[in-house]
Every structure is written in structure tokens, then in C-alpha cells.
């Protein structure tokens, strides 16, 4: 629906008529095959029988709607889209083992593999964390605590705020504006010259002299940087023509904005790794602090040294997560002014793995009126790209993927999410005859949200995710990523074996385009399965941002005005670094039942949508508005079996190839004809 709508759909809710709850139980549930008197749905007939079909039950008395149907779906159901051939040849065996993809695919996390605990000296603050398996884990909570190692962490902390506040103030040429981009990245060779150390110096300028006058780099002639740099970190070797394959490669870049969150608020958020951790869930994956070296000033942050771990990802299967040990440390700077600090910690304990480390990156705080803060951000690290795809390499060499503004955008993104949330009352955007009371806004939010963070967690390369190939037969060349998930005590989600499966493709569209297309009810039933030859009609939504596309929204899908299909919950969320568009459907008594208030915990979903990243730059596609293409990722999360086990059969790999075909299909097929036909409407 258009912004242009939104008044004269804007009911003044504290006018409403009361509407009693439903108990949310089955036993006190409306009988399913009678119409609901509820005014949500007045008016409105609804065929309950077509409810299963869509994946919705019910477990001791709790909802859970699945995104599509319970697999397997038989190849003989004419519903069922079947774009291509499924050749089966060279395919032995009757299911899909969990575990003998270990060839085809990297190795699940074994026994001794590094989960980090819950418990004992790292409190309960580890989000998504598992088990304490490995000894030098141990190790590191034992050992940081000793001296030296406690000394040298704390110096190597001061030093990297000393360098924080310095670069994150400088100008060009150390800092380098991006054509068309808010943020800058860092020039490396002006860095050296500034804080590097005077070999350092002297090695590229040697390097730099060879490149100039032409001479071929020889696989048997490297010249070497020192063994360490300034932060006392081992360096790798640099070949003449710069970083070899082999060695880790700079990100550094740097963005300011200005937040609508108090400075105070601000420094309990980065410093609570509870609160950061939500506050940035679409980019870091689990996260523990580990010990706290100094507490700093009374009833202050300043002076805090804190030993943590943190894992980070980007919204998609096929990125490497990167993981690292760092210290965190605040201090109060002049002219009102705070800092905090992120160094890697390699040189004292060995990392969880090579591929990442973390020069001090972090941000400055500087209190503005009216509760705003002003912040400069700054990433500044070392990351292996080797197992980049070129669908993702200029996101990530560039800084956009894992760079300032996506920490800048996330914390404008949960500001703005939090001040709805907290709001008493705010507006609801309904059709004519929908009657939703506050509590009911509330509670639709508090599902939404669930969905995103519970989407964040499934779409992910986190270690804790075992992704495996999905592969039909010998010829199959499709990359499709799929995930066994046994849920038996995951609150939320129903007691099964569900399965999530994903791909990956570049668009010839822009983001916001591929954006505003995938969320609208004009345009779903172009590319959802379950809404094809349905008419889909947003029937309320309730904003979460100032851009109009960062909403919850609630849809029904009808095949004629009396005879209602299904209903979904969609959350949908745009900014510069990237966008998703998160749903699951709802049958009438789980959509009712939140409409009157109800605890949306018991309402459990398996989340299923798409998340947008821009495909960096520079591009061979830039449209009118000077933006280039987009990386789609698409995820479906669905029941595999109420029986928890550890495989799929081969029928359910027919249905999730026949699944991801269609899609990506139908996704193309649309791409093609607006950008042929310029009509992209839903701007």
C-alpha cells in the first residue's frame, strides 16, 4: 500500500470498540469449522481445510504455522509447479543422511570443535553458544588473568584507543571518499606512513618501487614485513604485487552519523554484550565476554577493559563467518567525548580460526542535544577472501559488507525498532472494517521481530549452522545449501525435523527495486507458490522506521472477496548496506488470538523469506538512479518430519529443488520483463 493511503486509513485506535480474547489453547479454541466472529475477518469467509495444506498444526495446545507444506509434496500433485526434469540417474540410497555429505561439503562440527559455555567464569552472557569443549579455551579464561599476559592485554588496549582516536579524526588523504558513498575507505600506504612501524615503512617502499618500474613478481622473492606490527601481532608475508592469495587482506572504513540514542544509552548497549548482541544480531552471530580485566571508574564505563569473543556473519549461506578473540575498552576523552575500542588478541591466545583479525576498530560518542549522539565509526581489519565467490568479492573487498556503515545502519535500525516497540500508542494502518487494539499491535511486533532474529540465525555460515549441498543427481550443478534442524526444546518452533534450504543468485535490478518488488501484495503472487492464482491483499501494517518499506505487515491471500486462503506476517526492512523480507503465514485463530493480545511465544512459526545485498562496486550494471545490481538470497524453513531424525528422503529433495526452480525462476522471469519494459511500479 502507498504512503499516499496511510491517512485515510489511519483509524485513532483508543476509540475501538474492547474485543474479548480467545484463550489460546485448542481446547478453548472457536471451533475450526465455523466462521469466526472476530472483526478481523467479519464478513469473510474461510476455508480451514486449505490451513494444513499450508503448513499450520498444533502442538499441547501452541500454533505453529510452517512456511510451506510438510515435505514431501508427491511429484503426481498437479498443485505442485515442476519447472524442469528431476534426473535421479547415479543417485543411490532411499534419504538424505545428515552425515555422509562430508565429501561433498565442509566437515560438521565435531566433539572438539570450539563452542564456547554458558556457565561458570563466562556467566550466561554467550548468545547462541553451546558447550565448553576445548582446552585452550580454558586456557584463555585461565591464563588472561595472569601476569604478564594481564598487563600486556591492557596496554595493547590504551594503544589501540590512542590509534582509534587519532585516525577516526583525520581527514584526507588518509581517509579516501567513495564516488556515490557515504563512507570512506582507508588509504594503506598514507596509514603505514602515519602509525606503521619503520620497517614497515621501508618494505613498501621497496614494494612499491619494484611495481613501478615494472619488475615480475617471482614465486621464490618475497619481501617480508617485520614480524610484528605496532599491536605486536605477527605479520604475514607481502608478495611485490601487495597481499598474496594466501595472506589476509585490509578492510578499513569509516562513517558518522548522527543517532537518536542518548550517549549514555549508547555505551550501556556496546558494553552489555547481551544488549549488543541484539542491537546487532544481522551481524554478529554469538558473542561471550570472557573476563574483565579492569572495571574501570565507579558507576562508569570509563577505563573498562572486557576479554571477548564474537563471531560475524553476513545474511546469507555463502560467506565465510569470520570469528576472533578481542579486548574491548572504553574510556572518556576530552571535550565530552567517549571511545570504545576493538583489538584481536592472536599474539596471546590462539584464534578460533586464521581467517580474521582486528585491528583497533570501534567508534567515538560525542553527546548532542535533544538525546542525540554523534558517532564516527570506524572497521579497520584483516580477512582472509580466498573463499569469496565474485558474486561477493567487491561487496566485501570494498568495506560495504562488513564495513562502518552496516554498525552505523544497525544501530539506527534497532533505535528506531525500539521506539516503536516502547510506544504506548502509535499508529495502525487497517482496510475498512479491521479492528486491531494496542495490545494486538504489541503482539504482532513481538512476532515479527522473533521471526527476524530467528531468520538472522538460520541464514547465516555461523560454525554452529552445518550446511550441506543439495544435489538431485551427478548432473545437478544448481549451488542450493540445506540445513537438518531437530527442534526439541527451541521455543518458538514445533518439536520436529525441519529443514532449511537456501540459494544465492545476482539480479540486473537494483536493490531497493528487487526491495520494494519481493515485499508488495501486488507482486507475491508472482513468485510465492502458495499465493500463485491468489489474489494477496495487505490488509494493516504498522511502520518501524521512516522509510515507508520498514514495516510489519499482515496479508491475506483470497481466491475470491468470501474465501480466504491463508494469512501471512511479513516484516520487511531496507537500508543502504542491504534489506530482508521475512514472512510466515498464519491460519485464522493464531492471527485472531494475537490480535487480542496473545503471547506471541506460543504462536510458533518457521520464518522463510529473502535477504538483499548490493553487489558492491564497481559494476556493470548501474540503472537511472546511479545504484548497480543485487545479490539475492533465498532461505524456505519447513517440517521435514514431526519425528525428529537426521535425514531427508530423496522425495524431499525433488520438492526443495522443485521449490528453489520455481522461485528463482519466477524471480528472473519478473526481473527481466520490468527492466525490458521499464516498469518497475513498485518503486
Known sequence: MDCENDCSRNINVTELPTITPWNHSSANAPPRDQESSHPIFSNRGMDNSKISSGGCGRFNGD??????????????????????????????????????????????????????????????????????????????????????TKSEIIALAESAMDELSKIAMEGQPLWVPQKDKKFETLNDIEYLRQFGEVQEIESMKEIMKLVEVGQEESSSSQYLLPTVDSFGRELVPLSLSGVPKEALQTEASRDMGYLDISSTKLLHLLMDVNQWSKAFDNIVTRAAVLGTLSNGAEESYDGKVQVMFAEYHLPTPFVPSRECYFARYCKQLPYEMWGVVDVSLEKHFPSLATNFRRRPSGCLIRPMPDGFSKVIWVEHVEADHSQLSN???????????????????????????????????????????????????????????????????DINASMTNQWMPLISSESDSSDVRVMIRNNIEDPGKPIATTVVFSTCLWLKVSPSRLFNFLRHEDSRNKWDILSRNLTIREFAYM?????????????????????????????????????????????????????????????????????????????????????????????????????????????????????????????????????????????
Open 391 to 457: 558474486h561477493f568479492r567487491p561487496l566485501v573487498t570494498t568495506g560495504l559488507g562488513f564495513g562502518a556503515t552496516r554498525w552505523i545502519n544497525s544501530i539506527i535500525k534497532h533505535t528506531e525498532s525500539s521506539k516503536i516497540m516502547e510506544a504506548k500508542s502509535a499508529p495502525i494502518y487497517v482496510d475498512y472494517g479491521v479492528i486491531i487494539p494496542q495490545a494486538g499491535r504489541t503482539s504482532f511486533l513481538n512476532l515479527a521481530d522473533r521471526l527476524v532474529r530467528t531468520f538472522c540465525g
Open 543 to 683: 511502520n518501524k522506521g521512516t522509510n515507508p518499506g520498514n514495516r510489519v505487515s499482515l496479508m491475506r491471500a483470497m481466491k475470491s472477496e468470501d474465501k480466504i486462503e491463508i494469512f501471512y506476517i511479513q516484516e520487511s526492512y531496507i537500508d543502504t548496506t542491504g534489506s530482508y523480507i521475512v514472512y510466515a503465514p498464519l491460519d485464522e485463530f493464531a492471527l485472531s488470538s494475537l490480535a487480542n493480545g496473545a503471547n506471541p511465544n506460543k504462536v510458533m512459526v518457521l520464518p522463510s523469506g529473502f535477504s538483499i545485498l548490493p553487489c558492491g562496486f564497481p559494476s556493470d550494471y548501474i540503472d537511472e538512479k546511479g545504484e548497480g545490481g543485487s545479490i539475492l538470497t533465498i532461505a524456505f524453513h519447513t517440517i521435514e518430519s514431526h519425528n525428529i531424525k537426521q535425514f531427508f528422503s530423496l522425495e524431499s529433495v525433488i520438492v526443495m529443488k522443485n521449490i528453489i526452480s520455481d522461485t528463482v525462476t519466477s524471480i528472473k522471469d519478473a526481473v527481466l520483463y520490468n527492466n525490458y519494459t521499464n516498469n518497475w511500479q513498485y518503486n
Open 63 to 148: 500454533l505453529y504455522c510452517s512456511s510451506i507444506n510438510p515435505l514431501p509434496i508427491h511429484e503426481s500433485d498437479p498443485s505442485f509447479p515442476n519447472r524442469g526434469t528431476n534426473n535421479m540417474d547415479g543417485f543411490n540410497g532411499a534419504s538424505y543422511d545428515l552425515h555422509s555429505f562430508s565429501a561433498n561439503a565442509p566437515l560438521p562440527r565435531q566433539e572438539s570443535d570450539p563452542i564456547f559455555p554458558t556457565g561458570g567464569m563466562m556467566n550466561s552472557n554467550m548468545c547462541g553458544g553451546g558447550g565448553f569443549n576445548r582446552a585452550s579455551d580454558l586456557l584463555l579464561v585461565v591464563s588472561m588473568y595472569a601476569e604478564p
